[in-house]
Every structure is written in C-alpha cells, then in structure tokens.
C-alpha cells in the first residue's frame, strides 16, 4: 500500500517509517516557511494578473418565452388621410363634390375618415386587424359623372409601414372595400349562397364555402393569392382582402366583429 508524507507504515518500529515521519515534519516546516516568505509576493502576482484577467460573465438565467398576438384593436392604427381638412360634413353632396374636386385621374380619391363616416352613414370598419398593422389608407370611389360610386363606394387599405412608403406587395396586408348593396346576401338558401360564390369567384378561386362568423353568414374565397371574405351588412357590402401570408384565423378575426367608422378613435387622437 503507498503511503504519504506522515504516515505510517504497518509494522512498528520500523526505521524506515520514523525515517519517514521526520522527513514529512521537515518538508511540512520548509513549506511553511516558504510560504511566509513570499506570500506577499505571490499575492501582488495574483492582484497583478487579475488586472487583466476579464473572466466572462455567463447568464445563469433562462430568458422568458414570449407568445406574440396575432391581432391588436383597430383603435391602434393611424390614418393616413385624418390630416385632410373637411368642410362640409353635414352636407353630403357637398362633401363627395368637395372630394372630387381634388381627384388626380382616378375614381380612387383620397378621403378622410371622418368624409368616408360622413359620405356612407353607419359604415363599419374591423374592430381587430392582424398583429404588425401600422397604418390605414382611405378612399372614396367617384365616378366620372362626379357621383359616389356603389360598387365599390370606399378602399381602406391596412398597411405595416406608413402607406406608399413601401411597395403594396410588401407593406400592404390586407384590403377592405365597400359597396352600397342593400339587397345581396339576404337569401339563406344554398343556391343564393352558391350563387354568390359564382358572382365574385374568378378564373384564381380555387374554393369557395359559406360560414358563420360573428354572428353573420361569411363568403371564403381562397387562391394562391390570399383569402377573401365577404359579408352583407346594414345596407353595404365588405369584402376583404387577405395577402397569402395572412392565416384564416387572422382573416376571420377581421370578419368577426366590426364598430362603426364614425367611432373609431385611432392612436393619437
């Protein structure tokens, strides 16, 4: 068996172990006395270094996982077109006049919310819009005769960066248009609902079904390009325009619950 310094073999009195014991008491005493020698120094080696010496700090702590929503009130967007001074609010064919007077070429004509609410009584807008959404754009649609147009009537467009700033195809996330159509969307039977499938399918749709959201029959048109939804409330028309990237469940939160224009209050207000 090996033995360390100080200890003791088996067999007493051997002189090899009293040997032993008082070779480890010296090389313990030379230790020691090494040690009160240069500790100091060895201390200022160590102060020296650790000058230096930048050990690197490690986070113990895991970092709290973080679920994004997917929706956020419409009452957090910005308008695009509230700057726009409008003088004839209570007067609608003053108003639609007053638009038309500042049209650039075409029937896709700058308004403001308040000359849209003003223009389209009761009109409604999403109460929620996908996560990400910044911005809207609005338009009144006038035709050449100068009178509003019914198919559609408005476009707002909801964007994720300030509007025309960026290409549609990239900032642009979702288009809601609206038309005056009293009358469609109030038959329940299953031709008048196939019937509409077939007026605003075209040669891209690739399906087309009927569901309730919100309390309210909803068209689903899908193609490569996006979804649509459609639905028929208070005298008007909604049909909404998804980008492909948005989910169906983003598309229907949009279809799912509206507030009239007139009482959205956007950020900054």
């Given at each position: 068996m090996r033995g360390t310094f100080g200890a003791r073999r088996v067999v007493r009195g051997d002189v090899k172990t009293i040997a032993l014991k008082y070779s480890a008491r010296a090389v313990v005493a030379s230790a020691a006395v090494l040690l009160v020698a240069c500790g100091a120094p060895l201390r200022s080696v160590g102060e020296r270094s650790s000058r230096w010496i930048n050990e690197p700090q490690v986070a113990t702590t895991a970092a709290p996982s973080a679920t994004l929503p997917t929706s956020v009130g419409s009452d957090m967007l910005r308008w695009w077109n509230d700057g726009i001074v409008a003088e004839n609010l209570a007067d609608r064919d003053a108003l639609i006049a007053d638009v038309f007077a500042r049209r650039e070429g075409d029937r896709f004509i700058q308004a403001s919310r308040a000359e849209i609410a003003a223009a389209l009584p009761d009109v409604q807008f999403p109460?929620?819009?996908?996560?990400?959404?910044?911005?809207?754009?609005?338009?009144?649609?006038?035709?050449?005769?100068?009178?509003?147009?019914?198919?559609?009537?408005?476009?707002?467009?909801?964007?994720?960066?300030?509007p025309y700033t960026r290409s549609r195809s990239v900032a642009q996330i979702a288009v809601l248009l609206v038309s005056v159509d009293a009358g469609s969307g109030a038959e329940t039977t299953e031709s008048a609902e196939e019937a509409t499938c077939a007026q605003f399918a075209d040669a891209a749709t690739e399906t087309c079904d009927v569901t309730a959201i919100g309390g309210r029959r909803v068209w689903n048109l899908l193609s490569a390009g996006g979804t649509t939804l459609i639905w028929f409330e208070g005298g008007y028309r909604y049909q909404l325009r998804g980008r492909s990237f948005l989910s169906r469940e983003e598309m229907e939160k949009m279809a799912a619950e509206s507030v009239l224009l007139a009482e959205v209050s956007p950020v900054g207000d």
């Open positions: 109460a929620e819009v996908p996560y990400g959404a910044e911005w809207v754009s609005s338009q009144l649609v006038i035709e050449n005769s100068g009178e509003l147009s019914t198919d559609p009537s408005a476009a707002f467009g909801i964007w994720s960066a300030e």
